[in-house]
Protein backbone atom coordinates (compact mmCIF):
# COMPACT_ATOMS: atom_id res chain seq x y z
CA UNK A 1 0.00 0.00 0.00
CA UNK A 2 1.18 3.11 -1.34
CA UNK A 3 -0.97 5.60 -0.54
CA UNK A 4 -3.91 6.33 1.97
CA UNK A 5 -6.64 8.79 1.56
CA UNK A 6 -9.26 9.85 4.24
CA UNK A 7 -11.96 12.39 3.45
CA UNK A 8 -14.22 14.17 5.38
CA UNK A 9 -17.45 15.32 4.13
CA UNK A 10 -18.82 18.51 6.37
CA UNK A 11 -22.13 18.40 7.67
CA UNK A 12 -24.83 20.57 5.53
CA UNK A 13 -25.55 22.70 8.91
CA UNK A 14 -21.80 23.68 8.92
CA UNK A 15 -21.60 24.07 4.85
CA UNK A 16 -25.11 26.05 4.83
CA UNK A 17 -23.73 28.94 7.36
CA UNK A 18 -20.65 29.38 5.02
CA UNK A 19 -22.87 29.30 1.98
CA UNK A 20 -21.39 26.42 0.13
CA UNK A 21 -23.29 23.22 -1.18
CA UNK A 22 -20.62 20.87 0.04
CA UNK A 23 -17.32 20.90 1.53
CA UNK A 24 -14.60 17.85 2.66
CA UNK A 25 -11.25 17.74 3.69
CA UNK A 26 -9.06 15.23 2.63
CA UNK A 27 -5.67 14.11 4.26
CA UNK A 28 -3.40 11.71 2.30
CA UNK A 29 -0.28 9.99 3.61
CA UNK A 30 1.78 8.77 1.06
CA UNK A 31 4.74 5.91 1.62
CA UNK A 32 3.02 5.26 5.36
CA UNK A 33 4.83 2.05 5.85
CA UNK A 34 8.39 3.90 5.05
CA UNK A 35 10.77 2.64 8.12
CA UNK A 36 12.46 5.08 9.35
CA UNK A 37 15.80 4.39 11.54
CA UNK A 38 17.96 7.34 12.38
CA UNK A 39 19.72 7.94 9.10
CA UNK A 40 19.10 4.88 7.50
CA UNK A 41 16.03 4.99 5.10
CA UNK A 42 14.48 1.61 4.51
CA UNK A 43 12.24 1.56 1.49
CA UNK A 44 10.47 -2.07 1.09
CA UNK A 45 10.25 -1.33 -3.05
CA UNK A 46 14.04 -0.64 -3.16
CA UNK A 47 16.94 -2.79 -3.33
CA UNK A 48 19.52 -1.18 -1.59
CA UNK A 49 23.30 -0.56 -3.30
CA UNK A 50 25.21 -2.94 -1.87
CA UNK A 51 23.56 -5.86 -2.68
CA UNK A 52 22.29 -4.95 -6.30
CA UNK A 53 25.17 -6.50 -8.49
CA UNK A 54 25.20 -4.96 -11.64
CA UNK A 55 27.61 -5.80 -14.31
CA UNK A 56 28.75 -3.34 -17.19
CA UNK A 57 27.77 -4.19 -20.64
CA UNK A 58 29.60 -6.21 -22.59
CA UNK A 59 31.86 -4.29 -25.20
Do not use: C, Q, W
Amino acid sequence: MRNITLTYRLPKTFTSKIHASNLAVYVTAVNPFLIHNGDKDYDPETVPYRSSRVTPPAR
